[in-house]
């Protein structure tokens, strides 16, 4: 019962996926990405508007250039990258899992996707007109020996002028690669997963709590839309500022492009 229980909560939380709902997928390449993906409805995201994206199988969706980096670095990046992260990790859709991704103007996802903004910010008139949606489907880490698997999925939601990211999150069940430092046998330890969003400059992010830290692990239990769900929802109106930014330590971490290489996967 608990398990069927779950089950219909992941479905009432997470959007429609499946490449006979037109998705498409990402390489089954280790730090693969997508092609650029034109976007039939711009999104702007804080100070800028974007007319393409690329969904990176690392567990975030980036502006202007596909992101290989497979170890996150805290938010913010001062380097000019403007990034989603729904959750930023070493992940290998070779050893498990898809990532997929669509853009819909559907009118029961714009429905739902009007409901959910509506229901987060109830005084804010607002009608969705095009929604982006990337998941990650049961998608194992790097160098794992045992079968643990995340699920978790980013939307953009735009009505022409105003955008908004719904993260919603389901199983998260590993943290970290074995090249960022996990333990191949719990995906636990090293370095974990960096979750927000950074605008390209050092001043206008968003770090999850919990980001690069063991508690990342319990992102599936957090919202700021007071779901009843044992599953994650934050929704998040960048441009809007309506919510506040976490501040991390500063200077950060050394950058994981001063990181070894990872070693091959076998």
């Not at 711009?42 to 980036?62: A, E, I, K």
């Not at 929604?131 to 953009?156: P, S």
Request: proline residues 10%.
């Amino acid at each position: 019962m608990d398990g069927l229980r779950r089950a219909l909560a992941l479905a009432a939380l997470l959007y429609p996926s499946g490449v006979e709902l037109g998705d498409r997928r990402t390489p089954l390449a280790d730090d693969g990405a997508s092609p650029p993906v034109p976007l039939s409805v711009p999104f702007h995201f804080y100070r800028r508007t974007y007319h393409t994206l690329y969904v990176n199988n690392n567990g975030l969706l980036s502006f202007g250039a596909p992101e290989t980096q497979y170890t996150s670095d805290p938010f913010p990046l001062p380097d000019g990258r403007a990034l989603v992260a729904p959750f930023w990790a070493d992940v290998d859709v070779r050893v498990a899992g898809r990532v997929l991704y669509r853009q819909s103007r559907a009118p029961g996802i714009l429905a739902r996707a009007t409901a959910d903004v509506g229901a987060a910010f109830p005084h804010l008139p607002f009608t969705a007109a095009w929604v982006f949606v990337a998941t990650w489907d049961r998608v194992a880490f790097y160098g794992a020996t045992v079968a643990k698997v995340n699920t978790f999925q980013v939307m953009l939601v735009s009505d022409g002028q105003l955008s908004f990211i719904i993260l919603n999150y389901g199983d998260i069940q590993w943290t970290t690669g074995a090249g960022s430092g996990g333990d191949p046998r719990s995906g636990l330890g090293g370095i974990p997963a960096q979750a927000g969003f950074n605008s390209g400059g050092s001043r206008l992010y968003f770090s999850l709590p919990g980001s690069r830290t063991p508690a990342i692990a319990h992102v599936g239990a957090t919202s700021n839309v007071g779901l009843a769900l044992p599953s994650g929802r934050l929704l998040l109106a960048p441009r809007l500022r309506l919510q506040r930014c976490v501040r991390e330590p500063w200077p950060p971490t050394p950058a994981a492009s001063r990181i070894p290489s990872k070693p091959p996967h076998t």
